[in-house]
């Protein structure tokens, strides 16, 4: 069974750094692209960006809203995919799901909430 | 910047039929963008539907079905049930860059 579940959420204030972690079991990790997708109060899906899969180098694409500030690593040993989110704002304040892409964007894990604020 | 347009909110009587639509500011929808559609319920995590627009997860109520019409992505519920009141999202990839749709709710009444 895929499961993913992700950590790492809590509060930081505006300028401040947080680290997400989300921690896969039940599937080969590596052969997976990974994505964030976040959601602010009230409001829809947003995606954040992903890390592609193994064979294609693990490289990372990012959506413009986060690009310069975000940036996605896995951990291949510990099958975990992160997320490092620098110069953080108000308007970052989400619950931020990890998500598996096999046939689409398939799993997802039940989310971690940030909360940007001072 | 791209914007994925959803009909904001749609009513379906139990046991009708409703189709959402996916529209991209860039143009027509193709199977090259890979649409996604994802149905949301309060309080819950995201659940895939639908992939490359028209292919069924092995979980997908049979009631569900994806298209490409009239340039868009559609997710068409047919014998809607009242557990199928939820929002629904779709998902576009421009060059390996993901945008979601804006979101439809859809109220079972």
């Known amino acids: 069974e895929v499961q993913l579940v992700e950590s790492g959420g809590g509060l930081v204030q505006p300028g401040g750094s947080l680290r997400l972690s989300c921690a896969a079991s039940g599937f080969t990790f590596s052969d997976h692209y990974m994505d964030w997708v976040r959601q602010a109060p009230g409001k829809g899906l947003e995606w954040v960006g992903r890390s592609k899969n193994k064979a294609n180098g693990y490289i990372a694409e990012y959506a413009a809203s986060v690009k310069g500030r975000f940036t996605i690593s896995r951990d291949e040993s510990n099958k975990s995919l992160y997320l490092q989110m620098n110069s953080l704002k108000t308007e970052d304040t989400a619950v931020y799901y990890c998500a598996r892409e096999g046939n689409g964007v398939d799993n997802w894990g039940q989310g971690t909430l940030v909360t940007v604020s001072s | ?109």
């Open chain 2, 1 to 109: 910047q791209t914007v994925v347009t959803q009909e904001p909110s749609l009513t379906v009587s139990p046991g009708g039929t409703v189709t959402l639509t996916c529209a991209s500011s860039t143009g027509a929808v193709t199977s090259g963008y890979y649409p996604n559609w994802f149905q949301q319920k309060p309080g819950q995590a995201p659940r895939a539907l639908i992939f490359s627009a028209s292919n069924k997860h092995s979980w997908t109520p049979a009631r569900f079905s994806g298209s490409l019409v009239g340039g868009k992505a559609a997710l068409t519920l047919s014998g809607v049930q009242p557990e199928d009141e939820a929002e629904y999202y779709c998902l576009l990839y421009y060059g390996g860059v993901g945008v979601f749709g804006t979101g439809t709710k859809v109220t079972v009444l």
